[in-house]
Each structure stands twice: as C-alpha cells, then as structure tokens.
C-alpha cells in the first residue's frame, strides 16, 4: 500500500511538473505575442486608434498622434478629450455617418473625411474600422486604422482643376477640337465640336 501510494504521490508530482511546464510556455509564448503586437501597434506607420461609440479615444499608437499633430498618444488621447465628433472631424457630420455605417455594417473600409490637427490644419483621412461587441451583443467600441490622405486628394483637386482649365481653353476656340481615346471614344471636344 505504501509503494502504491508512493508511486500515485510521484505521478501526480511528475504530472504537476508536465502542467507547471506548460503553464509556462504558454505564458512564454503569450509575452512573445503581446511582445509582437505592441512592436506591430507602435512602428506601424498607419494611426491606429479604439474608440467608444460616444466618441472617447480609448487608445492611440505613435503614427496617429503624429497624423494629428501631437508628440505622444498620451497627449493626443488628453488634447482630444472625450469629443472626437466636435474636437477631430472638421464636419461632425462625418461622424455621425462614421456611426451610421458602423452600425448598418459593423465596418467601415476606406471612409475618407476631413480632420483637424493640434495646430488647426486640416488634413483628409481615410479610415477603416470594426465594430466590437460585448457578451450581449452591445457596441463597446471601434478600432481601425487611418491613413493621412492629404497629398493624394490635392493630387486629385490639381488635375480636376486642370481638366477645368483646360477644358475652358478649348471651350473658347472656335475651330472643332476633340480627342479619341484607342478604341475611338471621344474623351475630350469642345463646345464648337459638340
């Protein structure tokens, strides 16, 4: 009876070794992905932000700060207070869109609209979130990341207002202007073609 008892007291010994050994690395491995993940959230050159539905920043990475003219997301996360709405989105319209999409689709991908900086720049961004629900299915909060788009949409203004040019230039001349395209569509006329 003694061996017997000695032989389940090492088992159960060696079997609590095995589960202390597992434990382990599974905390092990766990620190690396955490580990991982914050390298991820900090170097990356997106802005990555967690919202609540009311318009609180719960959490930013350093490209987002930097995006809004902040040194530090601490700073960003205090300067933007607990109205996203009125304080970042120059039009709070936006927002209240933002919301609606969010709530129609659970996601947003690419939602462009304007924001304004610490120093009160303006810049274009453009935004792709999920939505993030409790046990009880209730919204808790948004994550996404923004991309700084400004170049890109005075890119597109500056070949806009270019086709306007031209296009009154040619609109003056009285002779028949037109341009085809290869497959022989016309892509440009004036108003003597037209």
Do not use: C
Not at 48 to 76: F, H
């Amino acid at each position: 009876d003694i061996a017997r008892a000695a032989e389940v007291f090492r088992r159960t010994l060696l079997d609590a070794d095995n589960a202390r050994e597992a434990a382990v690395r599974a905390l092990a491995e766990q620190r690396l992905a955490e580990e991982s993940y914050r390298k991820l959230f900090e170097a990356s050159v997106d802005g990555i932000y967690v919202t609540t539905p009311g318009g609180e920043l719960l959490n930013a990475n350093p490209a987002l700060a930097r995006i809004m003219g902040y040194d530090t997301p601490e700073q960003l996360i205090q300067g933007t207070a607990s109205d996203v709405a009125h304080r970042v989105y120059v039009d709070p319209a936006a927002r209240e869109e933002f919301q609606r999409l969010m709530r129609r689709d659970g996601m947003v991908r690419e939602f462009e609209y304007q924001v304004r900086r610490q120093n009160g720049d303006v810049r274009w961004l453009s935004d792709s979130a999920t939505v993030v629900r409790d046990d009880s299915g209730e919204v808790t909060r948004y994550e996404g990341t923004v991309r700084d788009i400004t170049d890109q949409k005075r890119a597109e203004d500056a070949i806009a207002e270019g086709r306007r040019l031209l296009q009154q230039v040619i609109d003056t001349v009285p002779a028949v202007i037109n341009v085809k395209d290869r497959d022989l569509r016309y892509v440009l006329m004036n108003r003597s073609m037209a």
